[in-house]
């Protein structure tokens, strides 16, 4: 198991920062299109996370909307929701909230001295005992412990801060209302800056009438950033038992996410950079001329023999033209014997290996992995 789980966090703000007003009524800050977006990251993560405060205030269900997302998730092998997850330093939580209503596994991490307040949520969930302080650091581990590869946190305010505070967030997904707030009595997004430098702002889209704005945080500067993405767009590949789940993201000169792909995405034979290319139609005049300055981050090494097809994943990154690769995971010797770093390097290609993530880039492929080993 990686060490950690990636974290992702994802809330809604004003244009001015507030996650809420300061009326006991809800403010619905998102449009449609927005909660469909949430729907689909909802549906790549294995938990859910809310502070305490926000299952009081908002009663959220935190499951998933749409059906079909769930029937692919159990086609996968996972329950047809996330698990739901809070954490409570008083426990002081009501059982008839519907954080608590059956249809997905609940977890409440509670710090040591308030277990007996909470100990009437036994029944409706998971009582853990998170030490006293609790600590985020505590509650990812034992989320790693319980199989969590990919976590989304909610919010609110506090828990969001907490997780940056504690530099143990891998992204955060902004989305931003078309209206202000300005009251100071009303919660608002008041977060202490990442100590890791800079966000890396790896894409801005409209979506109904707010502005989503994805960061990617944590250590290692944007290579290692783009990179831990590209490694958790494996987890979406559809299972296979012959051919190893990859991602790939490609990023042009100024920073700007061109493309992205994961394995089998669009047919059974795809490569993960074989799909993210493909998805930059090829113009009249050639490859899209942003890529001759474009780096192609994937979690395997691209392949440099292939059985599946005639096209291998090098020659695909050359006929594109581009000058620079980025993988954590040297493919181990189980389909092919294809050298795919040593042919890039030889066709004048930059390639720089980040070991530091192959264990996560292995992850993802464990089933493979062992299965050969054994
Ligand atoms: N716009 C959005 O996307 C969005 C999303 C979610 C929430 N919200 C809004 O945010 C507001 C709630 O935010 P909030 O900051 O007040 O509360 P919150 O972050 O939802 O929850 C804070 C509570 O969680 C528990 N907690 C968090 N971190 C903890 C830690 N490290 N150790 C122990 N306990 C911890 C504590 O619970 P106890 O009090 O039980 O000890 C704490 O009071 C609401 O108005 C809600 O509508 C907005």
Not at 210 to 235: K, N, Q, S
Request: proline content about 8%; glycine content about 8%; charged content about 25%.
């Amino acid at each position: 198991m990686p060490s950690r789980p990636y974290v992702l966090l994802s809330c809604a703000t004003s244009a001015d920062g507030y996650l809420d007003d300061a009326t006991p009524r809800r403010l619905i800050l998102s449009g449609p299109a927005d909660l469909d977006r949430v729907d689909e990251v909802r549906a790549g993560c294995d938990a859910i996370l809310v502070g305490a405060q926000t299952v009081r205030t908002d009663n959220p269900r935190l499951l998933i909307r749409d059906p079909r997302r769930s029937a692919r998730r159990v086609a996968r092998g996972l329950p047809p929701h996330p698990a739901r997850v809070t954490l409570t330093a008083t426990g002081d939580l009501d059982r008839g909230a519907r954080f608590f209503a059956p249809g997905a596994l609940r977890l409440v991490y509670c710090a040591t001295p308030a277990l007996a307040r909470a100990a009437n949520l036994r029944d409706s969930a998971v009582l853990i005992d998170a030490g006293d302080p609790l600590s985020v650091a505590f509650v990812l581990a034992d989320l790693t412990e319980r199989g969590v590869a990919r976590l989304l946190v909610e919010g609110g305010a506090r828990v969001l801060g907490d997780f940056l505070a504690a530099g143990q967030a891998d992204e955060l997904n902004l989305a931003v209302a078309p209206f202000f707030v300005a009251d100071p009595a009303a919660p608002r997004l008041n977060l202490p800056g990442p100590g890791d430098g800079p966000m890396t702002l790896a894409e801005t889209r409209r979506v109904g009438e707010v502005a989503l704005l994805r960061y990617l945080l944590g250590p290692g500067g944007p290579d290692h950033r783009f990179l831990r993405w590209a490694v958790e767009l494996a987890r979406l590949c559809p299972p296979s038992d012959s051919a190893f789940s990859v991602g790939a993201v490609v990023v042009g000169e100024d920073g700007e996410v061109l493309s992205t792909g994961f394995s089998r995405e669009q047919e059974d034979h795809d490569h993960a950079e074989e799909v993210a290319l493909r998805k930059l139609a090829r113009g009249r005049l050639g490859p899209d001329p942003r890529l001759r300055h474009a780096t192609i981050y994937s979690s395997l090494v691209p392949c440099g023999a292939r059985a599946s097809r005639p096209v291998t994943c090098v020659q695909h990154i050359l006929a594109a033209g581009i000058p620079r690769v980025v993988f954590a995971w040297r493919e181990p010797r189980l389909f092919t014997d294809g050298e795919g770093a040593e042919q890039l390097r030889a066709a004048g290609v930059a390639v720089t290996e980040v070991p530091g993530l192959a264990d996560r880039a292995r992850s993802v492929n464990v089933h493979l992995t062992d299965a050969s080993s054994s």
